[in-house]
Nanobody, 126 residues
Framework: QVQLVESGGGLVRPGGSLRLSCAAS????????MAWFRQSPGKEREFVAG????????????SVKGRFTISKDFSKDNTKKTVALQMNSLKPEDTAVYYC???????????????WGQGTQVTVSS
């Protein structure tokens, strides 16, 4: 089982930037792909971006491509591993709870991801 903890959400004005982080731990978690999803009230959970731990591979939703960037980071002693989502040029429609997820497939479907974080709220408003 992979444990995921998100951080970095908050309130930002339209056009602003935020950086979300997901701290990953647990046995064999580097065997998984990681992704960010988001969910707004009354809407289904939506794929945002994904990344492979072991390969130089990312995939991004068309709705955020060119504005959001997913990346991975390892601490020097390799004990801490994080996946970040840099969000630029934010729009009010980006307002949602953002979730970090881990799964074995290169996928944009939430059903293909087995482990989830608790979510972090992002609000884009003037």
């Amino acid at each position: 089982q992979v444990q995921l903890v998100e951080s970095g959400g908050g309130l930002v004005r339209p056009g602003g930037s935020l950086r979300l982080s997901c701290a990953a731990s647990g046995r064999y978690f580097t065997d998984y792909n990681m992704a960010w999803f988001r969910q707004s009230p009354g809407k289904e959970r939506e794929f945002v971006a994904g990344i492979s731990w072991n390969f130089d591979l990312t995939w991004t939703s068309a709705s955020v491509k060119g504005r959001f960037t997913i990346s991975k980071d390892f601490s020097k002693d390799n004990t801490k591993k994080t996946v970040a989502l840099q969000m630029n040029s934010l729009k009010p429609e980006d307002t949602a709870v953002y979730y970090c997820a881990a799964g074995s497939k290169t996928s944009s479907y939430s059903s293909d991801f087995e482990s989830w974080g608790q979510g972090t709220q992002v609000t884009v408003s003037s």
